[in-house]
Structures are given as C-alpha cells and as structure tokens.
C-alpha cells in the first residue's frame, strides 16, 4: 500500500462532460485515500508493456511484430483500406497507445501491402462526436491525410443478410474493399458480452447501426444476444471485406502486448482466457466488497468511469458472478434494466439487485451521452456541482438523471454527507489511476485481506468453469500467461 | 414522456447544405432546399424533438440546440381500455410495464397507447412519446416491433437514414442455429423473455 496515491486519469475538453475547471478537486486529493499497487492484489498479473518508461515507441514495435505473423495477401494492388477502430480503445491512458497502434497499422499496411488507400473508421457509442474529439486530440485526421472519420449509429446504413436474417451495417465502415478489426481486449461490458465472443463484439455494435445495436440490447435476451455479432461477422459480405484483426492486449494494469490474427476466432479464444484471468479476479475481488462509497471520477459517462482497469458498470454487478453464464441477467445491463416497472419494482422476482455494497454514490466528474438514470434510481446518489446538474439537464438520454440525485456543491461537502449518510469508511474511486487504486486505507487493507483468496478461488475452481462453458481450451491458459 | 427542452437553430454561415441533418432526424423536421443557388434549411419548431441528431453529425458544427419553453412529448394510458394495451404488447412480446427506451423511461404500455391513438409510423411514434428522442438507438426495434405487432406497414423516405427495419428475435432464431451455438443460451433468454412478457401487471 502507499501513502501516495496514483494521479487519476485527468479531466478532458469534451462536449459531454464539464469543463475541466469545473473539477476542482478530486478524490484521490481527499484525506485519507491511499493507493494499492494492482501487483499487490495480483502478483500473476502479466509484465506491463506500457505504461512502462519507454513511451509510445514500445507499442510501435510491438505492433510492428504482430502484424509480421499476418497474412496481408488479400489485400490487392489498388484496394482501399479501411482501418475499423472504436471509441473504447480511446479511453485507456489517454488514448496514446491506441492511437500510436492505429497509426502504426497504417504504416505497415501502405509498407507492405499494395493498397492504394489507408483510411480511418472510428466507431462510436452514444456520443456521435467522441471519436472525432479523439481523432484532433491525437492529430489522426493529418496523418491519415484527411482520411479519418467518426462513424456513428445514426449514419447511413447498409443491409447485410446474416444468419439471423437481415441486420444492418454503417456504410461508411464497409465503403472499402478491405476491413482491419483494430479493437482493444479489456472485459469493459463484460455485463453484456459476457466475455463470449469479446473480440467479435464491435461487428454488432460499434460498427453497425441503431436497428443492429437495438436487436442486441432488446430483441435477443441476455446471452443470446451476443450471436448478433457473430452473425454478422460470418456473412458473406462481411468475410469478403476482412483482412485481419489486431488488439491491444490489456490487462488491469494497462497494456500487455499486441496480438493480431487473420483468425478472428483464434484471437478471441486467447482474449477469452486473458480476460477472465486478470479481469476476473479484479471484479471477483470487488464483488468481496462488504461495504463502500463509490466516487466518480473519470472522463467517461457513468457506467464507462475506471478504477483497477474496470469499469465501474461491473461493479455495480459484482454481487453476482457476471462470467458464470448459469447466470441469465447480471444486477445492471439494458435487458435488467427493462425488467423494472414504474413502482421500481423487478417484474418478476428473481431480477438480481444492484449492488448492495454500493452505499452510496459520489458523482464527483463523469460524462453525460448514456441514459444513466437506472444508476441514480438505484442507489443514493452526490452529483457535484450545479454545473455538471445543468449538463445532465440538458442531456437528452439523462433528462432524468438529476430526478434521482442529491445536489452537493464541492466534492468536501458530498463526502462529509456520504460518510455521515453511508456509515462506511471504505471508499473507492473510479478515477483511472494506473497500475493501482485509489481506495481509502480501511478498504486497502480489505481488499489486501481477501484478494488472494480470490485469486486462488479464481484459478482452481472458477477459470475451469468459465472456460467451459465457453468450451475454451484449459490448455490455452499456460500459453496466454 | 420527454420533456423537450432544446430546439435546433442552424447558423447558415456555416452550412454548406450536406443534408446531413435532414437524414438524421428522427422525425423529419428538417429541411434543406436549394433557391437560385442558395441554400435554405428549416426546422420546423412544431416537430422538432430536442434529440441533438443534427447537431451531432452536422459536419461543418451549424447548428447549434437554443432551450426552449419546456413542453411534454407523452401519451396518456388511461385514455384507452387498458386490455387492449396488454393484448398489444403481448402482441409485441414486451411485457406494459417494461422499460421501452432507457433515455425517457418510456414504458410498453405508452407506445401501445400511441399507436392505439392513431401512430402509424415510427416518427409518429416519436411525436407522440418522446422515444427516439434520447440516444435514438435503443428504441428502434421496439418500436418497429410495435408497429409490426398492430399490422402496420409503413415505407422509409429515401431522404432519411431513419429506421430501416425491423430485425429477428430470440422467438425466431433458426433451430439450426440454436442447435450449433448452445454457448448463445438462445432458448434460456426466450423462456426468460416470455416469463417476462407473462408476468402479471401490478398497479
């Protein structure tokens, strides 16, 4: 444990949340927060390859390396290229080792393929300017000469017939003669994609239009709906198109190499088994929490803010076990959040609760762009500041948000009633802190209690389990550590 | 029920006529025409929704959202025999009180009362709720379900990239597929669904 803590992740320019001077302290600053070291809690954790000292310069290379076991030879004289990426890998420590691989790819494809053009396709969630904000921050539209887009749900579409009938894709992904699935591995929704299929995912998402994202969140259940992707990745229009994908490969603790296959699938198994290894044990370890107040406080809306390199929509679902697949419905995703009716009720008893760890909520800096309001309606809730209140009130998908949320003028005057309120001392921050957490010292030393009991849990009784269900090869582990 | 409390002001300095806006709006209140070389937008106050589409993805940055008198975008379930509600929803597998579209809350039993009231189109639909107003995503099959679900058809502009369709649920993914990805839980999520769908309705 150290007394110092990790510098959160800071506060950005962005249409979606407040200006940066708007946030004048956070909650790593309070007193009485300490850092954990990640390796504390983890000791298998894999060596981190950045952030490590050298730079952006190490993702070059390694990404470099990756591509040198890929099979560029679809890739004809005169092709035009598009490099498919998503907003997500944006929002991993700055967005630098994401954009330097998206550059790098580029690189190496005008190097060694005959490709007439290299452009950029950024998909998007909720925020239809988020991957443009990030393409200026990171000077990609100049190195893609002009060539790079943000493609959001709402833009033109195309139909492509897939085994689940006719689902729809966003033309300007697609307006190329070949695609590269560049994507990053962390578990992030592991609420939705249930880590079955996580490489696949953005197919059905990022890539695709509102009628394809809204099969997965309201026509297909739980786990089902994770076949939207695939289906859409094995058509043949989508096959005729594919070239190869590459993914940053993360662990808690920031990035751990760069893999990159013409089998996508084999490249998922690989992910499948990283994810669950590391990401398991840190929201199995957060689903030992007894009690807590959470502080928001991180550059992204609601759900997306991190701590320990989750997202902290998984922490509100780790009072279940969200990669056992015996479980239909984790305490928060789109299908839970549709079971309530309007008394607040779970229309049918066995809908998990949000939770209960969660005492209170502190929403000291986090983004609008993502109907948040179930957040606010299930647990208490300090918005901080009436700046960021006006934001929300403006938002048109968290025109709610601020019905459900008490409003504290500074972060001080929201602790002093979240401690007073919650009866708890134990804290964590989703702040983005890398490497480590930022957590008060009474849930540091909890959490250095139990992790390696639930890492050893983790490793003999749960992974065989998750990887059956998945029937992912057990061998894959040795190889993956 | 959305309150809108936004209206889209175009800045025509700025706008080059894309008809970007124009294609992404979910309710088709805006307009791009070109007079003796000029170009003209309007948006029609009446209509427009507060859903921030335009200004979103309009490239040049020309519009701009200027709040308005706050006003309600909602349908009143009681105005209509509630068992007709049900047997709609029902109809269209959601269950009246389930949460419809996250962003306004919107539940079944309000879209089945707006198409009971005469909705015979999405952007209608949109009208007369608010759904399709917030992240305009989410919603975009359970409203095409429930327009399908009370018989009608309706044809997509050309001048739109607006809801192109209604796709597959879990009720009607092919045996084959179920039978080759038992991994996907296709019939475990359908019995949840229904279980769901057939849960009596407390008021």
């Known amino acids: 444990m150290n007394r110092e803590i990790i ?40 060596k981190i390859l950045y952030p490590a000292g050298q730079g952006e310069e190490v993702i070059r290379q390694q990404t470099e390396a ?39 790819i580029k690189d190496v494809v005008e190097r060694e393929t005959p490709a007439k053009e290299v452009r950029l396709r950024a998909g998007l969630g909720m925020r239809f300017r988020e991957t443009e904000e990030y393409i200026k921050a990171h000077g990609l539209d100049e190195y893609f000469k002009g060539k790079a887009l943000g493609v959001a749900p709402i833009d033109a579409g195309l139909p492509i017939e897939t085994r689940l009938g006719t689902l729809y894709g966003l033309h300007r992904v697609y307006d190329a003669d070949i695609i590269i ?35 997965y969140h309201m026509n297909m259940g739980p786990r089902a709906a994770n076949f939207v992707a695939r289906a859409i990745f094995d058509s043949d229009f989508v096959q005729s198109k594919y070239g190869f994908s590459i993914f940053m490969i993360m662990c808690p603790a920031g990035v751990v190499t760069i ?25 199995s370890l957060f689903g030992a929490i007894d009690e807590c107040i959470v502080i928001l406080d991180f550059p992204c809306p609601v759900p997306y803010v991190f701590a320990a390199g989750v997202i902290y929509a998984n922490m509100v679902g780790a009072n ?24 607040g009720q779970p229309i049918i008893p066995d809908i998990p609760p949000v939770n209960p760890a969660i005492k209170m909520v502190v929403h000291n800096y986090a983004w609008t762009g993502y109907p948040a309001t179930f957040f606010a309606e299930h647990t208490p809730t300090i918005m901080v500041g009436q700046k960021q209140a006006e934001l929300f009130n403006r938002d048109p998908m968290n025109l ?33 802190a890398t490497g480590g957490m930022n957590v008060s010292r009474s849930l540091a030393d909890y959490l250095l209690k139990f992790a390696s009991q639930v890492s050893e849990r983790v490793d003999k009784t749960l992974m065989p389990k998750w990887l059956a269900q998945r029937n992912v090869d057990v061998e894959l582990i040795n190889q993956v550590a | 029920m959305k309150v809108v409390n936004v209206h889209a002001r175009v800045r025509m300095e700025l706008c080059k006529g894309c008809k970007n806006c124009e294609m992404v709006c979910p309710v088709y209140a805006a307009k791009v025409k070109k007079k003796k070389g000029e170009v003209q937008v309007e948006i029609n106050d009446q209509k427009c929704v507060g859903c921030w589409n335009c ?57 089945a009362a707006a198409i009971l009231a005469g909705a015979k189109t999405p952007d209608a639909v949109v009208l007369a709720t608010g759904m399709g107003a917030g992240c305009g995503i989410e919603c975009n099959q359970p409203i ?24 597959l649920t879990v009720w009607e993914v092919s045996p084959e597929v179920k039978a080759q990805h038992p991994v996907f839980h296709f019939d475990e999520d359908r019995r949840l669904l229904d279980r769901i769908v057939k849960a009596p309705v407390k008021f």
């Open chain 1, 259 to 283: 893999d990159a296959d013409n089998d996508l699938y084999a490249l998922n198994d690989r992910i499948t088994v990283g994810g669950m290894k590391y990401y398991g044990k840190i929201i």
């Open chain 2, 144 to 167: 095409q379900r429930f327009l399908e679900a009370a018989g009608l058809k309706y044809e997509r502009p050309k001048q739109s990239y607006q809801w192109y369709g209604r796709t």
């Open chain 1, 181 to 215: 699935h560049a994507h990053n591995s962390d578990v992030r929704e592991v609420h939705f994609h249930r880590q079955v299929d996580r490489a696949v995912k953005p197919f059905g998402m990022s890539y695709a239009r509102a009628e394809t994202r809204s099969t």
């Open chain 1, 320 to 343: 279940i076990d969200l990669f056992d697949l015996d479980n239909p419905l984790p305490p928060y995703t789109w299908y839970t959040e549709t079971f309530y009716d309007d008394r």
């Open chain 2, 55 to 111: 200004e979103q993805r309009c490239p040049e940055h020309a519009i701009e959202m200027v709040p308005c008198e706050p006003y309600t975008l909602s349908t009143d379930v009681a105005s209509f025999v509630y068992k007709e509600i049900e047997s709609l929803c029902h109809k269209a597998r959601f269950h009246p009180k389930q949460v419809v579209c996250y962003c306004t809350a919107s539940r079944a039993e309000e879209l």
């Open chain 1, 66 to 104: 990756a591509l040198a076991k890929v099979n560029f030879s679809n890739i004809k004289p005169g092709n035009t290229v598009n490099i498919l990426a998503s907003h997500h890998g944006f929002t991993f420590l700055g967005g630098k080792p994401y954009a330097e691989m998206l550059r790098t």
């Open chain 1, 400 to 432: 709610n948000y601020m019905k459900h949320a008490l409003l504290a003028e500074n972060l001080d005057g929201a602790m002093e009633f979240a401690y007073r309120t919650a009866k708890t001392e134990k804290v964590i921050i989703f702040d983005g």
């Open chain 1, 7 to 46: 510098p959160p992740a800071a506060p950005r320019i962005s249409q979606y949340g407040v200006d940066p001077k708007y946030v004048p302290k956070r909650g790593a600053e309070l007193e009485g927060m300490v850092s954990v070291p990640l390796r504390e809690l983890i000791p298998d954790m894999p």
